[in-house]
């Protein structure tokens, strides 16, 4: 639920800020997600009335309109608005101010006629969605007035998440409640006065279904001008809510909804036939909605109809055929009480989720229908005029939902709460929520109000006494029941069981392998007369302790090519043992390494078959890695690649894997000769490296949507084979500045010997730039794009083939 700030400082105002306020409520149950600023996204904009109307000369589908805007001299705006006509007050963007999209507004001359500034709609101003049109006030304003100060812009937005027992707080009235109680300000609600009846036209109503509908209340309004304008602060109160305005009939019963939590209902009484009946669908019924959707009902589902036919689905959505259109004179209001199961069993079942179902499938107030149509029937004959009929109240007592008095004794809240509150506390807590009270031996007897449903039993009413007593006032005590604690790890740091999901995922199988291997194996990779030798080996070719993972991973490849198998993809996690630093003990690593040999995918029919090179290995490698942020941009603890040399590894198909300047691990293709060692007579890859460089990771750290757009720029250019990407990376990020939010590498072409025999190649780069509080200029990101170019041809001599737009 979404709810204005300044709207809800009428009702209760705390000595609190907006983020004081959110705090309080999250931690009396009411979890705000957001707080989001009501900020205006133009400037120098102001109230304007067109005087006058005057066709353009030269195009028919333009006007020129001369606006007073409470200065000695009108202005003179050209606008091709279809509702710029004389007496309309509207809104005003002035010379130099700014809409929406960022656009500045300066004096033009439009066909041949003067513009002396722009009139506008409420999706130029960030006020709604209507683009069709200008955006029309209340003609009483006052010409010139600030539209900031008019719409009382300066506000925030409190986000609330609530939980469905507490229907009761989906409304202004609710959540005010909430806040005089938790932060003991005074509360003033609205005075709903009872609005008396001047007309004796009143409709029939009958209740067939009385569980599903115990109270039903309705009103009729002769003589109403349905097409009269909704003042300016209901529509503003509407849109900070989430609502569009729809006219001012149906904009009365939302804002009722809002402000009371009672969802209502209209009809136009002239297309109800003998009156309302409530009750369950016939079998084969249908009904159009207001939205067009057509429904056929099934017999469980409760209907609002007249004598003939079906007008509305009970508590869910209105019918199109009882609609209120601007002709519409009688209005016949529904205030009712319907049963929440009911509600939501049929809203399930047709996959309508609308603010009435959601309020009535969590309980609404059974003892509000009566007021509701009281604070309807002002607001509408106050805004469309017309009299009122007198009020037809049915309600069955027997089908109302009744409270019954719970006891809450004093030891038990100690009991449960851990701590001693004391009664007079308790006591001004509970009838602070609206509950009744009458004191017993050792507790209160405790009435519920009818608006809490979720109240019923003594657990509940202790919990309203921890949560409004404050939930960080409850003592904190070790457990002594059990002595087991949990083990957590450290946020930054991945479980082992994610790199086997990884790898996994990636069609890799898990291997385990002996941890003694043949001195052999061991030779092709590492020295041999440095590792740990066992005394007794359970065989001669498992005397050493492994200093690698991949001897042994490479036998059970071997072992599995032996017998026909030519795509195997095998990984393992665990220890090595590396000689000690200065003769010293040797030191158990934990390592994660992984082999590959034969085709890159499975055979099917996606892709022609091919076999796996270094860069399928490559990228396993960096998919394993992006669980410790590689990929994330520069920094101490990226990750980067380095042609090296190794023993064991082919020459030019080797790389050496670093992290903040420190080696941790290798990939690369297998030597001939180990090739040959293993009798593969397949390319065979494999990479290893620290398990704690795979590991740790960097902290996430929250980022806001981006709120305006980024623009990319595309470079090509060509530059000696030698250079590495990653080189190029940094030089772009270092000179690009801080718009650059993003840099990618999307292409590289280079022959035997280079483009044109020059041993050169063509790398290209896309480069994304973003502000987080504006729109960029093509001229920013120009000049962003020209200091990298300035320094990658200082540094690296590059030749640029082209530069534009991505």
Same mark, same amino acid.
């Given at each position: 639920?979404?709810?204005?700030?300044?709207?809800?400082?009428?009702?209760?105002?705390?000595?609190?800020?907006?983020?004081?306020?959110?705090?309080?409520?999250?931690?009396?149950?009411?979890?705000?997600?957001?707080?989001?600023?009501?900020?205006?996204?133009?400037?120098?904009?102001?109230?304007?009335?067109?005087?006058?109307?005057?066709?353009?000369?030269?195009?028919?589908?333009?006007?020129?309109?001369?606006? %007073?805007?409470?200065?000695?001299?009108?202005?003179?705006?050209?606008?091709?608005?279809?509702?710029?006509?004389?007496?309309?007050?509207?809104?005003?963007?002035?010379?130099?101010?700014?809409?929406?999209?960022?656009?500045?507004?300066?004096?033009?001359?439009?066909?041949?006629?003067?513009?002396?500034?722009?009139?506008?709609?409420?999706?130029?101003?960030?006020?709604?969605?209507? @683009?069709?049109?200008?955006?029309?006030?209340?003609?009483?304003?006052?010409?010139?007035?600030?539209?900031?100060?008019?719409?009382?812009?300066?506000?925030?937005?409190?986000?609330?998440?609530?939980?469905?027992?507490?229907?009761?707080?989906?409304?202004?009235?609710?959540?005010?409640?909430?806040?005089?109680?938790?932060?003991?300000?005074?509360?003033?609600?609205?005075?709903?006065?009872?609005?008396?009846?001047?007309?004796?036209?009143?409709?029939?109503?009958?209740?067939?279904?009385?569980?599903?509908?115990?109270?039903?209340?309705?009103?009729?309004?002769?003589?109403?001008?349905?097409?009269?304008?909704?003042?300016?602060?209901?529509?503003?109160?509407?849109?900070?809510?989430?609502?569009?305005?729809?006219?001012?009939?149906?904009?009365?019963?939302?804002?009722?909804?809002?402000?009371?939590?009672?969802?209502?209902?209209?009809?136009?009484?002239?297309?109800?036939?003998?009156?309302?009946?409530?009750?369950?669908?016939?079998?084969?019924?249908?009904?159009?909605?207001?939205?067009?959707?057509?429904?056929?009902? !099934?017999?469980?589902?409760?209907?609002?109809?007249?004598?003939?036919?079906?007008?509305?689905?009970?508590?869910?959505?209105?019918?199109?055929?009882?609609?209120?259109?601007?002709?519409?004179?009688?209005?016949?209001?529904?205030?009712?009480?319907?049963?929440?199961?009911?509600?939501?069993?049929?809203?399930?079942?047709?996959?309508?989720?609308?603010?009435?179902?959601?309020?009535?499938?969590?309980?609404?107030?059974?003892?509000?229908?009566?007021?509701?149509?009281?604070?309807?029937?002002?607001?509408?004959?106050?805004?469309? !005029?017309?009299?009122?009929?007198?009020?037809?109240?049915?309600?069955?007592?027997?089908?109302?939902?009744?409270?019954?008095?719970?006891?809450?004794?004093?030891?038990?809240?100690?009991?449960?709460?851990?701590?001693?509150?004391?009664?007079?506390?308790?006591?001004?807590?509970?009838?602070?929520?609206?509950?009744?009270?009458?004191?017993?031996?050792?507790?209160?007897?405790?009435?519920?109000?009818?608006?809490?449903?979720?109240?019923?039993?003594?657990?509940?009413?202790?919990?309203?006494?921890?949560?409004?007593?404050?939930?960080?006032?409850?003592?904190?005590?070790?457990?002594?029941?059990?002595?087991?604690?949990?083990?957590?790890?450290?946020?930054?740091?991945?479980?082992?069981?994610?790199?086997?999901?990884?790898?996994?995922?990636?069609?890799?199988?898990?291997?385990?392998?002996?941890?003694?291997?043949?001195?052999?194996?061991?030779?092709?990779?590492?020295?041999?007369?440095?590792?740990?030798?066992?005394?007794?080996?359970?065989?001669? %070719?498992?005397?050493?302790?492994?200093?690698?993972?991949?001897?042994?991973?490479?036998?059970?490849?071997?072992? %599995?090519? %032996?017998?026909?198998?030519?795509?195997?993809?095998?990984?393992?996690?665990?220890?090595?043992?590396?000689?000690?630093?200065?003769?010293?003990?040797?030191?158990?690593?934990?390592?994660?390494?992984?082999?590959? @040999?034969?085709?890159?995918?499975?055979?099917?029919?996606?892709?022609?078959?091919?076999?796996?090179?270094?860069?399928?290995?490559?990228?396993?490698?960096?998919?394993?890695?992006?669980?410790? !942020?590689?990929?994330?941009?520069?920094?101490?603890?990226?990750?980067?690649?380095?042609?090296?040399?190794?023993?064991?590894?082919?020459?030019?198909?080797?790389?050496?894997?670093?992290?903040?300047?420190?080696?941790?691990?290798?990939?690369?293709?297998?030597?001939?000769?180990?090739?040959?060692?293993?009798?593969?007579?397949?390319?065979?890859?494999?990479?290893?490296?620290?398990?704690?460089?795979?590991?740790?990771?960097?902290?996430?750290?929250?980022?806001?949507?981006?709120?305006?757009?980024?623009?990319?720029?595309?470079?090509?250019?060509?530059?000696?084979?030698?250079?590495?990407?990653?080189?190029?990376?940094?030089?772009?990020?270092?000179?690009?500045?801080?718009?650059?939010?993003?840099?990618?590498?999307?292409?590289?072409?280079?022959?035997?010997?280079?483009?044109?025999?020059?041993?050169?190649?063509?790398?290209?780069?896309?480069?994304?730039?973003?502000?987080?509080?504006?729109?960029?200029?093509?001229?920013?990101?120009?000049?962003?794009?020209?200091?990298?170019?300035?320094?990658?041809?200082?540094?690296?001599?590059?030749?640029?083939?082209?530069?534009?737009?991505?």
């Amino acid at each position: 639920m979404l709810v204005s700030e300044n709207w809800l400082r009428e009702w209760v105002n705390p000595a609190w800020d907006s983020a004081a306020l959110a705090d309080a409520l999250t931690m009396g149950g009411l979890e705000v997600d957001n707080v989001r600023r009501q900020s205006a996204a133009f400037r120098k904009v102001v109230v304007g009335r067109i005087d006058q109307v005057d066709r353009h000369p030269r195009r028919a589908n333009l006007r020129v309109c001369t606006v %007073n805007i409470g200065r000695s001299r009108p202005l003179q705006v050209v606008c091709g608005a279809p509702n710029a006509t004389a007496g309309v007050t509207t809104a005003v963007a002035l010379i130099g101010g700014r809409i929406k999209d960022g656009r500045e507004i300066h004096k033009a001359r439009i066909h041949g006629i003067v513009s002396s500034g722009m009139l506008c709609s409420a999706a130029e101003l960030d006020l709604g969605d209507d @683009a069709s049109g200008l955006i029309i006030f209340d003609a009483g304003v006052t010409a010139g007035a600030d539209i900031k100060t008019h719409l009382a812009l300066d506000d925030a937005i409190l986000e609330l998440k609530l939980t469905p027992n507490r229907g009761d707080c989906l409304s202004m009235r609710g959540v005010a409640r909430e806040v005089a109680v938790l932060s003991g300000a005074r509360l003033t609600a609205p005075a709903v006065k009872a609005v008396a009846a001047r007309s004796s036209r009143r409709a029939a109503i009958k209740v067939d279904d009385k569980n599903g509908c115990p109270r039903y209340a309705g009103r009729v309004l002769s003589g109403v001008n349905a097409a009269a304008a909704t003042p300016d602060w209901m529509r503003e109160r509407l849109r900070r809510a989430g609502l569009r305005s729809i006219g001012a009939v149906v904009d009365v019963t939302n804002f009722v909804m809002l402000e009371l939590g009672q969802p209502m209902h209209a009809f136009d009484l002239a297309s109800v036939d003998g009156g309302i009946i409530v009750r369950r669908a016939a079998r084969g019924e249908r009904l159009r909605l207001l939205d067009g959707a057509a429904l056929a009902l !099934g017999g469980d589902m409760l209907v609002i109809a007249d004598h003939r036919r079906p007008l509305a689905l009970a508590g869910i959505m209105g019918g199109a055929a009882s609609g209120i259109s601007e002709a519409a004179t009688e209005v016949l209001l529904e205030s009712a009480c319907f049963d929440p199961p009911t509600v939501a069993a049929t809203a399930r079942r047709l996959g309508l989720n609308t603010d009435a179902a959601h309020r009535f499938e969590r309980g609404v107030d059974p003892a509000l229908q009566v007021a509701a149509l009281h604070r309807a029937s002002r607001l509408l004959i106050d805004i469309c !005029g017309g009299t009122a009929g007198p009020v037809v109240d049915r309600a069955s007592r027997r089908h109302l939902p009744a409270k019954k008095p719970v006891l809450l004794r004093h030891a038990r809240v100690r009991r449960v709460l851990g701590q001693s509150v004391a009664s007079a506390k308790i006591e001004k807590i509970i009838r602070g929520l609206g509950m009744k009270t009458r004191k017993t031996v050792g507790g209160l007897k405790v009435t519920p109000p009818t608006w809490r449903w979720d109240v019923d039993a003594e657990h509940d009413l202790i919990e309203e006494v921890a949560r409004v007593n404050g939930y960080q006032r409850v003592p904190v005590a070790a457990a002594t029941t059990s002595p087991a604690s949990a083990q957590l790890s450290p946020e930054n740091r991945s479980p082992v069981a994610r790199l086997r999901d990884c790898l996994a995922a990636r069609d890799f199988q898990e291997a385990v392998t002996y941890s003694f291997v043949a001195p052999q194996a061991q030779a092709l990779f590492d020295d041999a007369r440095r590792a740990v030798r066992l005394q007794n080996p359970i065989a001669a %070719n498992m005397r050493d302790m492994r200093m690698s993972l991949w001897p042994g991973l490479l036998l059970a490849l071997a072992h %599995n090519y %032996n017998r026909q198998h030519r795509r195997i993809r095998l990984f393992e996690i665990g220890a090595v043992w590396r000689p000690g630093r200065n003769g010293g003990a040797p030191r158990e690593e934990q390592r994660i390494g992984a082999v590959a @040999a034969g085709a890159a995918l499975s055979r099917q029919w996606g892709a022609p078959p091919r076999a796996a090179d270094f860069f399928d290995l490559k990228g396993d490698l960096c998919a394993l890695l992006s669980l410790a !942020g590689f990929g994330d941009g520069g920094g101490e603890g990226e990750f980067q690649f380095t042609p090296a040399r190794r023993r064991g590894l082919r020459d030019g198909q080797c790389a050496r894997l670093s992290r903040g300047g420190k080696n941790c691990g290798w990939i690369g293709r297998l030597s001939p000769q180990a090739e040959s060692f293993f009798a593969v007579e397949q390319a065979v890859f494999a990479f290893e490296l620290s398990l704690d460089a795979a590991l740790v990771r960097p902290l996430p750290v929250y980022q806001p949507a981006p709120l305006y757009p980024s623009v990319s720029r595309d470079l090509s250019f060509l530059v000696a084979q030698a250079v590495a990407a990653r080189d190029l990376h940094r030089a772009i990020r270092k000179s690009a500045g801080g718009l650059l939010s993003a840099l990618e590498l999307f292409d590289v072409y280079q022959g035997a010997q280079g483009i044109d025999g020059a041993g050169k190649k063509s790398v290209s780069f896309r480069l994304t730039f973003q502000s987080p509080s504006r729109t960029l200029k093509d001229a920013e990101v120009d000049a962003a794009v020209a200091d990298v170019l300035r320094a990658l041809g200082e540094e690296f001599s590059i030749e640029l083939r082209t530069a534009q737009p991505a």
